[in-house]
């Protein structure tokens, strides 16, 4: 699921742990807000087009869809797109932004995913991972439904940023966990995520069975120069998201599976 970061407001707090990360309870505002957004529109979402590159024809699971503005682009250009999230909220937003033949299921990416072995030939992940302390069991699902010679391409917050965000600095090489609120129209949003070493999740794709392709710190979009001329600064000059393309090997034994291009 896409994720702001160039909120309004944002603070430290101590918030009910069911209400975390609870998108059903702002999905609307979240979506109206990410929907043209410098970070999001310009910048997220170029990147992630970028990397999966031609996908006429692929099928192409976005895992953490959201309101499905991802899925949307990624099926303008001929991807064959199925779509899930944990937001019952979203997935009807999704809907209703790609119709009601579009294939979405509501369902979490830490338990068992609801496809069979070799499923997809490309996954896309957009700002999720850095939302589990654990990526093992999500990445070993990603793993299961891509076929032989298929990509992954996941986003998440770059360490950088996750690591000063806060004072005191906390334990770069540790696992830990940062909360602060979002704010829609006065309501404030407790949100949480967790942030990893560079390290740590390199070799969690490498646990999972992937083969690292490419790390991307890339550039936003020129063209968002008039439209945001002071944050489209801000965003060129400082790091903000780590984007990894990592790849399934190819089969040595299905003559039928051939790398996705």
């Given at each position: 699921?896409?994720?702001?970061?160039?909120?309004?407001?944002h603070?430290?707090r101590?918030?009910?742990?069911?209400?975390?990360?609870?998108?059903?309870g702002?999905?609307?505002?979240?979506?109206?807000?990410?929907?043209?957004?410098l970070v999001?529109a310009?910048?997220?979402?170029?990147a992630?087009?970028?990397?999966?590159?031609?996908v006429?024809?692929r099928?192409?699971?976005?895992?953490?869809?959201?309101?499905?503005a991802l899925?949307?682009?990624l099926?303008?250009r001929g991807?064959v797109?199925?779509?899930?999230?944990?937001?019952?909220?979203?997935?009807?937003l999704?809907?209703?932004r790609?119709?009601?033949?579009?294939?979405?299921?509501?369902?979490?990416?830490?338990?068992?995913?609801p496809f069979?072995?070799?499923?997809?030939?490309?996954?896309?992940s957009?700002?999720?991972?850095?939302y589990?302390?654990d990526?093992?069991?999500?990445?070993a699902?990603?793993?299961?439904v891509?076929?032989?010679?298929?990509?992954?391409?996941?986003?998440?917050?770059?360490?950088?940023?996750?690591y000063?965000?806060q004072?005191?600095?906390p334990?770069?090489?540790?696992t830990?966990?940062?909360?602060?609120?979002w704010?829609f129209?006065?309501r404030?949003?407790?949100?949480?995520?967790?942030r990893?070493?560079?390290?740590?999740?390199?070799?969690?794709?490498?646990?999972?069975g992937?083969?690292?392709?490419t790390?991307?710190?890339p550039?936003?979009?020129?063209?968002?120069?008039?439209?945001?001329?002071?944050?489209?600064?801000?965003?060129?000059?400082?790091?903000?998201?780590?984007?990894?393309?990592?790849?399934?090997?190819p089969?040595?034994?299905a003559?039928g599976?051939q790398?996705v291009?």
């Amino acid at each position: 699921m896409e994720r702001l970061t160039d909120v309004p407001e944002h603070r430290a707090r101590s918030a009910d742990p069911a209400r975390v990360n609870d998108y059903d309870g702002f999905a609307e505002a979240y979506s109206a807000e990410t929907e043209r957004s410098l970070v999001n529109a310009h910048y997220a979402r170029p990147a992630m087009l970028d990397l999966a590159g031609d996908v006429a024809g692929r099928r192409v699971l976005d895992a953490g869809c959201g309101s499905g503005a991802l899925s949307a682009a990624l099926r303008d250009r001929g991807a064959v797109v199925t779509g899930i999230d944990t937001s019952a909220e979203m997935l009807s937003l999704a809907r209703r932004r790609l119709g009601d033949d579009a294939v979405l299921h509501h369902g979490d990416l830490r338990d068992h995913l609801p496809f069979d072995d070799d499923a997809f030939d490309v996954v896309v992940s957009s700002l999720v991972l850095h939302y589990l302390e654990d990526w093992g069991p999500t990445l070993a699902e990603l793993r299961r439904v891509l076929r032989p010679g298929g990509r992954l391409i996941a986003s998440v917050d770059h360490p950088f940023v996750a690591y000063t965000i806060q004072e005191p600095r906390p334990d770069y090489f540790a696992t830990t966990s940062y909360s602060f609120d979002w704010t829609f129209g006065g309501r404030a949003v407790p949100m949480k995520f967790w942030r990893k070493p560079l390290h740590a999740m390199t070799d969690a794709f490498t646990t999972a069975g992937f083969r690292l392709s490419t790390i991307s710190e890339p550039q936003p979009d020129p063209a968002a120069r008039e439209l945001f001329p002071d944050g489209f600064h801000d965003l060129s000059v400082k790091p903000c998201f780590l984007f990894f393309v990592v790849e399934v090997p190819p089969s040595t034994t299905a003559s039928g599976n051939q790398p996705v291009p």
